[in-house]
């Protein structure tokens, strides 16, 4: 699975967009982009993955570069219950390692007032 | 919907004990996972179980057994407990479908400390 860089952590006003930056610049054609995110003491929640075009759920949009070497997760209007750590992961649909999600260290996200 | 449960939330054990931790998703999903989380580090798989029927190694099985008792419960044994093994551990479930690119849904976590 292609390795992927984010910046340790962001800040954000609430109400605001956030918009967090992942680098995946050795992905392959065939592996999907997946966010995470993990509120304190809770397990990973999904958020959103895709494979090269832009999509959209009711919590999140994800910003795929036509290269696909860099996405942006954008929560369009941050609050202060997004405060978390953001993980994106970058692997290989199905395969022999069976869905096993390697997650990094991730960006921390503060959503202030 | 509960989504994904585990069992117990929280346990303190002494070295040397045994305990099963549980799982069960009401989702109808096929994979079934089992990591732990560690301080400063990312979730690392331990065991997971493709299909019911099946289990395979992750990255960290040493000192874990697990057994896919059906489609929706997937529980983690440790045998004789070391303090190396405190830590946060995840359950998580997917569908596999024809893409094989369905996310993972994960539990609140079980808090495990070894003394």
């Known amino acids: 699975d292609a390795k992927t860089t984010q910046p340790t952590s962001m800040d954000c006003a609430e109400g605001r967009a956030a918009n967090l930056p992942c680098n995946h610049s050795?992905?392959?054609?065939?592996?999907?982009v997946y966010w995470y995110r993990q509120i304190h003491s809770q397990g990973p929640q999904y958020i959103i993955h895709?494979?090269?075009n832009n999509e959209t759920n009711e919590m999140a949009s994800l910003i795929i570069t036509e290269d696909r070497k860099s996405s942006t997760l954008i929560l369009p209007h941050a609050t202060l219950r997004d405060t978390a750590v953001y993980y994106c992961?970058?692997?290989?649909?199905?395969?022999?390692?069976?869905?096993?999600?390697?997650f990094g260290q991730g960006t921390i996200l503060t959503v202030h007032p | 919907n509960a989504g994904v449960t585990q069992t117990p939330k929280f346990q303190v054990l002494k070295t040397g004990q045994s305990m099963t931790l549980q799982c069960a998703q009401d989702m109808n999903h096929n994979s079934m996972y089992w990591y732990r989380q560690d301080p400063g580090m990312g979730l690392r798989l331990i065991y997971y179980?493709?299909?019911?029927?099946?289990?395979d190694k992750g990255e960290v099985p040493n000192g874990y057994n697990v057994s896919r008792l059906n489609k929706r419960e997937f529980s983690l044994r440790l045998e004789s407990a070391a303090p190396s093994q405190t830590s946060v551990y995840f359950c998580?479930?997917?569908?596999?479908?024809?893409?094989?690119?369905?996310?993972?849904?994960f539990g609140d976590g079980t808090r495990l400390s070894i003394l």
């Open positions: 895709g494979l090269k």
């Open positions: 179980s493709a299909s019911e029927g099946t289990t």
């Open positions: 992961i970058v692997r290989v649909a199905g395969g022999t390692s069976y869905g096993k999600l390697t």
């Open positions: 050795t992905i392959s054609g065939n592996e999907y």
């Open positions: 998580a479930s997917k569908v596999v479908g024809p893409t094989g690119n369905q996310p993972q849904h």
